[in-house]
């Protein structure tokens, strides 16, 4: 999935900052017991939001992996997510 207009530069101190400070990364490749759901809910949205899309906007702003993110959609604008 593709989005030209997005900058992946700030993510990279962020997931830097949290691996520095927690000791872990932001997404890893396999669900164990550290990992925790969270929820991501968006009010206006151009994109047509996909459990893909969602993932790519979350490694554009957090960082990690889109594909480690497991997006499952809850709603037509909420999403949850697994992070470590």
């Known amino acids: 999935?593709?989005?030209?207009?997005?900058?992946?530069?700030?993510r990279l101190k962020l997931?830097?900052?949290i691996r520095r400070k927690l000791g872990v990364p932001v997404t890893c490749p396999s669900v164990d017991r550290s990992?925790?759901?969270?929820?991501?809910a968006f009010g206006?949205?151009?994109?047509?939001?996909?459990p893909a899309s969602v993932g790519v906007l979350l490694q554009v702003a957090?960082?990690?992996?889109?594909?480690?993110?497991?997006?499952?959609?809850?709603?037509?604008?909420r999403s949850s997510f697994l992070s470590l």
Request: a negative charge; aromatic letters at 10%.
């Open 1 to 10: 999935m593709e989005f030209p207009e997005l900058s992946f530069s700030p």
């Open 44 to 50: 206006r949205c151009k994109l047509q939001l996909s």
């Open 35 to 40: 990992s925790f759901s969270l929820i991501a």
């Open 15 to 17: 997931q830097e900052e």
């Open 62 to 77: 957090i960082g990690g992996s889109a594909a480690h993110f497991n997006v499952s959609q809850l709603g037509e604008r």
